[in-house]
Nanobody, 119 residues
Framework: QVQLVESGGGLVQPGGSLRLSCAAS????????MGWYRQAPGKQRELVAG???????NYTDSVKRRLNISRDNDQNTVYLQMNNLKPEDTAGYYC?????????????WGQGTKVTVSS
């Protein structure tokens, strides 16, 4: 069972930056998709950014040009660089990984890290 552990959340002022990290307990090199989701109080969890094995990325419209997702397969870590943060970015951020083996899909979630954007 692979575990995902997020870190890097905290309190930041509007316009500030944070870098979230998601460390996997095993190899992620073959994982099809790694992503970051977020969930604000009273709202549904939403996909923020995703990256596949080829390095192709996708972002939800509200974070384009402000957030950047990357993966380091050697370090088994996925990052989310967050710039120009806004109060509406306040949420719990969750790392997600998806892979296939023996024709079965496996999905993993981290426990989340909290990001608060406030002056």
């Amino acid at each position: 069972q692979v575990q995902l552990v997020e870190s890097g959340g905290g309190l930041v002022q509007p316009g500030g930056s944070l870098r979230l990290s998601c460390a996997a307990s095993g190899s992620i090199a073959s994982w099809n998709v790694m992503g970051w989701y977020r969930q604000a109080p009273g709202k549904q969890r939403e996909l923020v950014a995703g990256i596949n094995t080829a390095g192709s990325t996708n972002y939800t419209d509200s974070v384009k040009r402000r957030l950047n997702i990357s993966r380091d397969n050697d370090q088994n870590t996925v990052y989310l660089q967050m710039n120009n943060l806004k109060p509406e970015d306040t949420a719990g951020y969750y790392c997600h990984g998806k892979t296939y083996a023996s024709y079965k899909k496996y999905e993993y979630w981290g426990q989340g890290t909290k990001v608060t954007v406030s002056s």
